[in-house]
């Protein structure tokens, strides 16, 4: 097997996948093909494209990461197409390397509009999906910016409703436009509008301001910059409010699809079966949909995965794409139905109330194996492993396990039981002493520097840094006065209280305290217990 992987891997990492960054353009437009290979020799070849397109923008990238403990080198290449016709276009396969990536398709539809700016060398587009939608519906805005000449900086900013959230979806599109006999660069970006409330909102028109490669005079007379300036102008939309016949909860929608993905075809009690359902919608946002669920019932346990959503931008609306796994586990043998989900949403076209469901999961459920026979593994069933059944390929039931396990991995199994046990054994034979581990002393904090508090701190400087340098730290300079044995040394604290609250001179107390303090704190000695005698004599006894 491992040599079989070996040999296999190669195939895996040489893949190749191609995509358009944009799928259905209009005449006079742009669209890039990206092309992305693992380990490849060399770019793709762009020959057969040159039939049904100008090619231009070509473009390259490479990267290397570590994956199970090998670098792998993937490239990406990019060209901008620009259609020759209208219609819908095959984009061929393509060779890169010895792989061929697949084909795709093109629609190119005439040019719907004409920009009534179209001449300047800057302006502003902007497109809503619909003019009049309802509360709380999804509504795609797409706002373009159009530039004649290379932009050297520029923002493109986009405020805030009143009455209504806004955010911007994926990524900017970039692309290159041909109108009024001059070519723009376009950049699109997408937001999503939701009407929190009923009644008329006003859209603020986009903003650009950025600055443009200049010509010769530009050259000539400044720093060759042009500056640049778009404003769209403001959108008006009229939100309707919620129909008192609408369905609860509210779910504004263009359309809701639900399908099953996978469903089985054979079910035993005992074991666990998959149900796959995805509902598509098409208006609405993840967080707007309602959650899919299967409802159990005495015949059956459902047990429900998490939740996979796919959020898109298509036709100027947002559209997601929620997909939910269910591990049915039938309790007994004999006919099983379980009710599929029903979500009740309210068309936004046809201004009616819908529901989408699916037909109902009809399944006949067979006697289980072994322990399973007569219902949920485990349930009923001796737990002793001893009582487990042999069946005719040489398989032995478990009970509490699902399905059939060989002899040879029933003995791992019981060998690591044992193994367990042993280690427990052992570690409970230690005496409690032994499990003792002495506590690390506690680390020592660094002691303040006295001597540079002395040479250029101010007099609360000084007086803290005195109580911190002994051990245990004073309170405050009153008690540590009281511990202190010299004389000079609690005449120069004296003379700092007076600095620092009754007015005395702080130059006085410094010099006070610098010649006080220049070899330490002297405290007093601990007074010791009256006729106890010295354990040990003086290291130094006195002359």
Request: charged share 20%; hydrophobic share 40%.
């Amino acid at each position: 097997m491992l040599v079989l992987f070996a040999l296999l891997a190669p195939q895996a990492h040489a893949q190749v996948r191609a995509w358009l960054d944009r799928d259905r353009i209009e005449a006079g437009e742009t669209t890039t093909l990206n092309v992305a290979a693992d380990s490849a020799q060399g770019g793709p070849d762009y020959a057969p494209l040159e039939r049904d397109f100008i090619l231009s923008g070509h473009s390259s990238a490479r990267s290397a990461r570590a994956e199970n403990g090998r670098i792998t080198v993937s490239a990406q290449y990019s060209v901008v197409l620009q259609p020759r016709r209208e219609g819908v276009i095959t984009i061929p396969s393509l060779r890169i390397g010895g792989q061929t990536t697949p084909p795709l398709t093109l629609t190119v539809a005439p040019m719907s509009r004409v920009p009534t700016k179209a001449g300047d060398d800057a302006f502003i587009e902007s497109e809503i999906d619909d003019g009049d939608p309802w509360v709380q519906q999804a509504v795609g805005l797409k706002v373009r910016l159009y530039t004649a000449v290379p932009l050297v900086s520029g923002a493109l900013e986009q405020s805030q409703p009143e009455g209504a959230t806004l955010r911007k979806v994926g990524q900017d599109l970039q692309y290159s436009q041909e109108m009024g006999g001059r070519r723009y660069n376009v950049v699109e970006r997408r937001f999503l509008v939701i009407g929190e409330r009923s009644g008329r909102i006003v859209l603020p028109g986009a903003r650009f301001r950025g600055q443009g490669v200049g010509g010769f005079f530009d050259d000539l007379l400044g720093d060759g910059r042009r500056p640049l300036a778009a404003d769209a102008p403001d959108r008006v939309v009229q939100v309707r409010a919620i129909p008192a016949n609408a369905p609860q909860p509210w779910l504004p929608l263009t359309d809701l699809r639900l399908r099953y993905v996978a469903l089985p075809q054979a079910v035993r009690a005992g074991e666990s079966a998959t149900v796959q359902i995805e509902a598509i919608a098409d208006g609405a946002v993840a967080a707007q949909m309602p959650e899919l669920k299967l409802a159990s019932s005495g015949a059956a346990q459902v047990f429900p995965a998490a939740l996979q959503a796919d959020e898109s931008f298509t036709e100027g609306r947002p559209r997601t794409t929620l997909s939910r796994t269910f591990s049915i586990v039938p309790t007994r043998a004999g006919a099983l139905r379980i009710d599929p989900p029903r979500l009740e949403w309210w068309d936004v076209r046809a201004g009616v109330a819908r529901t989408a469901t699916l037909p109902p999961i009809e399944l006949q459920v067979t006697p289980g194996t072994g322990a399973n026979a007569n219902g949920v593994p485990g349930v009923g069933a001796p737990a002793d492993v001893a009582d487990a059944t042999q069946t005719g390929d040489g398989r032995i039931a478990i009970p509490g396990i699902q399905g059939r396990v060989l002899p040879w991995a029933a003995t791992a199994a019981a060998f690591a039981l044992l193994w367990l046990f042993t280690l427990l054994f052992f570690l409970g034979r230690h005496p409690t002493h032994a499990h003792k581990t002495e506590l690390p002393a506690k680390s020592a904090s660094p002691r303040p520097d006295l001597k540079r508090a002395l040479a250029d701190g101010d007099l609360g400087d000084i007086a803290e840094t005195l109580c911190a340098s002994v051990d245990p730290p004073a309170a405050d300079i009153d008690a540590l006065r009281a511990r202190i044995a010299d004389a000079d040394q609690r005449a120069a604290l004296d003379a700092l209280q007076r600095a620092r609250w009754a007015g005395a001179d702080p130059r006085t107390a410094r010099e006070s305290l610098r010649r006080a303090f220049t070899r330490g704190v002297r405290l007093e000695k601990p007074a010791r217990a009256a006729n106890v005698p010295e354990p040990l004599p003086p290291l130094y006894p006195p002359a």
